[in-house]
């Protein structure tokens, strides 16, 4: 698997979590890439979390999760993070890394425009 998320699992609301994404593959290492977080909760449609691109100085993150959601990547590492705070049990979801070339990005929120996806991590949020 090209992308491989990691970190999920039960947490209480109020909580924290740190999800990591580790890349592999020659493509990864040769080529600049863009990488972003969606989550997808049963019955929903996959919604945009946040993206950095490659050099990480440009991140953006979706509308429910700003101010609460920290982004960032190890590109020596080939690893990207997401630092979730202050969970709600809305945050509930299977969280997906995603990857696009950094020079192909043009709608961040837009999952179609990502060429690699990794399989997901589940996060539960409790009461």
């Known amino acids: 698997e090209p992308l491989v998320e990691s970190g999920g699992g039960l947490v209480q609301a109020g909580g924290s979590l740190q999800l990591s994404c580790a890349a592999s593959g020659p493509t990864f290492s040769r080529d600049a890439y863009a990488m972003a977080w969606f989550r997808q909760a049963p019955g929903n449609e996959r919604e945009f979390v946040a993206i950095i691109n490659w050099y990480g100085d440009v991140k953006y993150y979706g509308d429910r999760v700003k101010g609460r959601a920290s982004i960032s990547r190890d590109n020596a590492k080939k690893t990207v993070y997401l630092q979730m705070n202050s969970l709600k049990p809305e945050d509930t979801a299977v969280y997906y890394c995603?990857?696009?070339?950094?020079?192909?990005?043009?709608?961040?929120?837009?999952?179609?425009?990502?060429?690699?996806w990794g399989q997901g991590t589940q996060v539960t949020v409790s009461l």
């Open positions: 995603a990857a696009v070339l950094n020079s192909e990005l043009k709608e961040p929120s837009n999952p179609e425009e990502y060429k690699y």
